[in-house]
């Protein structure tokens, strides 16, 4: 009984562990607050979860909140994706949409990169505070090592205890 549990709890630390780098990893509707430029609003670690949007959406809830919306986008600048509010709707001669202006709440003045459309990973609609510091860690070179490590460790454990387990039922037969 105490090595089914054992191997429940092994088994269930894996899967969290191994949950936590593939949806860092492999979604975008999942990200961290990566530096201070959302402050006070979003602050660095913060967990945010992200919902697709069209432009058209995002045009309408700028035209229509006052709270303009926060966007996740991928930039030429960085290989990690910023996280900023829209301060500008962008329209070309024709006033079709060409992309949004934006701004970090802790900086002084908008952004030089204008947004387009395709950049975009989705709006924050919910902000879950500190845990995102798992995911920063998570997805660093070292915690990446740690978490490997420590599931590799963890297996290995758990095969020793079954086999342990398997030669002791052996010798009681």
């Known amino acids: 009984m105490k090595e089914d549990k054992s191997f ?3 088994l269930l630390i894996v899967l969290v562990l191994s949950g936590l780098w593939l949806t860092l990893t492999y979604t975008k509707s999942v ?5 201070r430029s959302m402050e006070p609003t979003l602050m660095v ?3 945010i979860v992200l919902k697709r949007v069209t432009p058209e959406q995002l045009v309408q809830e700028y035209n229509s909140l006052k709270d303009k919306p926060i ?3 991928d930039t030429p600048y960085s290989k990690d994706p910023w996280v900023h509010r ?3 709707v962008v329209y070309d001669e024709n006033n079709q949409l060409v992309g949004f202006r934006t701004k970090g709440d802790n900086n002084p003045g908008p952004d030089s990169y204008l947004v387009k459309p395709e950049d975009i990973r989705g709006k924050v609609v919910l902000r879950i505070p500190l845990l995102g ?3 920063m860690f998570a997805k660093s070179e070292l915690g990446f090592t740690i978490i ?4 590799a460790i963890l297996v290995v454990l758990n095969l020793v205890e079954f086999a ?3 030669v002791e039922r052996g010798r009681k037969k």
Not at 31 to 35: K, R
Not at 148 to 151: E, G, Q, R, T, V
Request: glycine share 4%; charged share 10%; net charge positive.
């Open 45 to 47: 670690g913060d967990l």
């Open 148 to 151: 490997s490590i420590i599931i």
């Open 8 to 10: 429940k709890t092994v």
């Open 164 to 166: 342990r387990v398997a």
């Open 31 to 35: 990200y961290y607050v990566p530096s």
């Open 133 to 135: 510091w798992l995911f």
């Open 86 to 88: 829209i301060y500008q």
């Open 71 to 73: 966007i996740v986008f």
